[in-house]
């Protein structure tokens, strides 16, 4: 469904990804981990447009979208959850709902959406009318997440959803992934927290320095010896 | 009494006009629009040109010709402004803020000298004016002019701020204002909605450009200049970027000086208006409605 090969982006002097290629399935959850600087925030922006790369490419769904114009990648059904959320903190959070469905011209198939996302997340419900960024982290994440829902996403690009996020919360983020994805979504889901997204991925890459390092079935990360030891804090 | 706040809630309304395409732009590219005032200046003459086409209009007809030449100015106006944002300040979106700011001054220059190219350098007369009869209302003598061209004016405000706050397009906006990259993750095309605000903008100015050749009958080519910075110094008043807050500082400037002629004497009047700018800009630079401007920035 996304495939990215030989990717290459620089940023002046840095070679931030050096010929990185991946791959997602349809109704897949793939992990992208490594370090802090390994590439993980590059590869979704030189996914989603936000980055233009010096070499390789980007195809989604038989569309070559290699440097396209981020809102034609999002009309094309692949959707970018930025890295911090992002939410636009003094609009509403209804109006960052309706946002996310700027691209749907029939308002009554908008108003549906965002009825589907306050089913799934009932605390924007009670906030609907309050600003974004008056929420907590975790209601931000989940507003995130919903903005990018209501677009109608085929495929999620996200970014680090556990940042700064207390366990509980993180739990119950990684759970709405799983629920988005059960009902046809796929995700390329970007972590530092390799426990978090290892748990609902079914495959998973690590990079280091712009290049992939490992890959393999989520459950054979979660076993590899290399793995324990850099991302899973174990000895 | 009364006579002086009409007067400056006649002025003000224009200076509100103006004022609100330079706080738009500010709102979404955090750009000063010097080149904004001369906009105003290009409707008139646009609007001057329109009507010596069509050749001589009867006073009974004044006000329905008005109202069309209005109409076409504004999409003039708009579509140069279009064009301005286009060629001078596209390129520039990730330069230097001080560099955008140097350019505006340019084009500002550029379509001054530009228009005594085109048009000459002596003031022109206006083909059209707004005379006739006047009425009393509690005291103040107002024409029927002056409430014809507030009324234009309060329409194309609140269908602004029915747009704005209103509309998928003005939510597009202001998601801009506070974050681009964002807003292109959501599948809005930045760039043209960048465009629209422009377009926007200008036509308000161009529309009150018009309005003031038929009131006071007469235009040159450096008449967007002072009005230019009276639009900026009514945007500071009421808050830059804030739509709501732009509006009450156009009201709020013309009723400044409408009082501060009145008891200093008219040679103070642009004195007046620039002393509360800088008033306003060391002690409150975020305006009169201008909270929301400083979660912005």
């Given at each position: 469904?996304?495939?990215?090969?030989?990717?290459?982006?620089?940023?002046?002097?840095?070679?931030?990804?050096?010929?990185?290629?991946?791959?997602?399935?349809?109704?897949?959850?793939?992990?992208?981990?490594?370090?802090?600087?390994?590439?993980?925030?590059?590869?979704?922006?030189?996914?989603?447009?936000?980055?233009?790369?010096?070499?390789?490419?980007?195809?989604?769904?038989?569309?070559?979208?290699?440097?396209?114009?981020?809102?034609?990648?999002?009309?094309?059904?692949?959707?970018?959850?930025?890295?911090?959320?992002?939410?636009?903190?003094?609009?509403?959070?209804?109006?960052?709902?309706?946002?996310?469905?700027?691209?749907?011209?029939?308002?009554a198939e908008v108003r549906k959406r965002i009825d589907r996302v306050y089913e799934l997340l009932p605390r924007?419900?009670?906030?609907?009318?309050?600003?974004?960024?008056?929420?907590?982290?975790?209601?931000?994440?989940?507003?995130?997440?919903?903005?990018?829902?209501?677009?109608?996403?085929r495929m999620l690009l996200l970014d680090e959803p556990s940042m700064g996020l207390a366990p509980l919360v993180v739990a119950s983020v990684m759970e709405l992934i799983a629920q988005i994805n059960a009902e046809g979504t796929a995700v390329l889901l970007v972590e530092q927290n390799a426990t978090a997204a290892l748990g609902i991925a079914h495959r998973g890459y690590v990079i280091e320095n712009g290049e992939r390092v490992l890959d393999g079935p989520a459950a054979e990360l979660r076993d590899d010896p290399r793995v324990v030891e850099a991302y899973l804090g174990g000895v | 009494m009364t006579q002086l706040i009409w007067n400056g809630l006649f002025v003000g309304s224009f200076y509100a006009l103006v004022a609100l395409g330079y706080s738009m732009v500010y709102g979404i590219i955090k750009l000063l629009n010097f080149a904004h005032g001369d906009l105003y200046m290009l409707g008139a003459f646009a609007g001057f040109a329109i009507l010596g086409a069509v050749g001589g209009v009867s006073s009974s007809m004044a006000l329905p010709v008005l109202l069309a030449v209005l109409v076409v100015t504004m999409a003039v106006t708009g579509l140069a402004g279009v064009a301005l944002?286009?060629?001078?300040?596209?390129?520039?979106?990730?330069?230097?803020?001080?560099?955008?700011?140097?350019?505006?001054?340019?084009?500002?220059?550029?379509?001054?000298?530009?228009?005594?190219?085109a048009a000459g350098a002596d003031p022109r007369v206006y083909p059209l004016r707004l005379g006739g009869s006047s009425l009393e209302v509690a005291g103040a003598r107002l024409t029927l002019a002056q409430l014809v061209l507030v009324g234009?004016?309060?329409?194309?405000?609140?269908?602004?701020?029915?747009?704005?706050?209103?509309?998928?397009?003005?939510?597009?906006?202001?998601?801009?204002?506070?974050?681009?990259?964002?807003?292109?993750?959501?599948?809005?095309?930045?760039?043209?909605?960048?465009?629209?605000?422009?377009?926007?903008?200008?036509?308000?100015?161009?529309?009150?450009?018009?309005?003031?050749?038929?009131?006071?009958?007469?235009?040159?080519?450096?008449?967007?200049?002072?009005?230019?910075l009276k639009a900026f110094t009514a945007a500071v008043i009421g808050g830059i970027g804030n739509i709501p807050g732009t509006m009450l500082g156009g009201l709020v400037l013309g009723l400044l000086e409408s009082f501060g002629t009145f008891w200093l004497g008219g040679e103070w009047r642009d004195v007046f208006a620039f002393g509360v700018l800088i008033l306003f800009l060391t002690v409150r630079p975020t305006g009169l409605l201008g909270e929301r401007v400083t979660e912005r920035v």
């Open positions: 469904m996304l495939e990215i090969s030989g990717l290459d982006v620089h940023y002046g002097g840095v070679h931030a990804l050096r010929g990185l290629s991946l791959t997602v399935g349809p109704g897949e959850i793939v992990a992208l981990l490594g370090n802090n600087g390994a590439g993980k925030t590059t590869t979704l922006a030189a996914a989603s447009g936000l980055v233009r790369p010096s070499g390789g490419t980007v195809v989604f769904d038989g569309h070559d979208v290699t440097g396209g114009r981020p809102h034609r990648v999002t009309a094309l059904g692949l959707v970018h959850v930025p890295e911090g959320r992002r939410v636009f903190s003094t609009l509403t959070v209804h109006e960052n709902l309706q946002l996310g469905g700027y691209l749907v011209r029939d308002q924007l419900a009670e906030r609907r009318a309050q600003q974004g960024g008056t929420l907590s982290g975790g209601e931000q994440q989940m507003l995130a997440i919903g903005r990018a829902l209501v677009t109608g996403p | 944002e286009r060629i001078a300040y596209r390129p520039l979106r990730r330069a230097p803020r001080l560099s955008l700011l140097i350019t505006a001054v340019g084009a500002s220059f550029a379509l001054e000298y530009g228009m005594r190219a234009v004016a309060v329409v194309l405000m609140i269908g602004l701020n029915l747009l704005v706050t209103r509309t998928r397009e003005g939510r597009a906006m202001r998601a801009i204002a506070l974050d681009p990259t964002t807003s292109s993750l959501m599948g809005i095309d930045v760039n043209a909605v960048i465009s629209r605000t422009f377009f926007i903008g200008s036509a308000l100015a161009g529309a009150a450009g018009v309005m003031a050749g038929a009131y006071y009958g007469k235009i040159d080519f450096l008449m967007g200049f002072l009005i230019g």
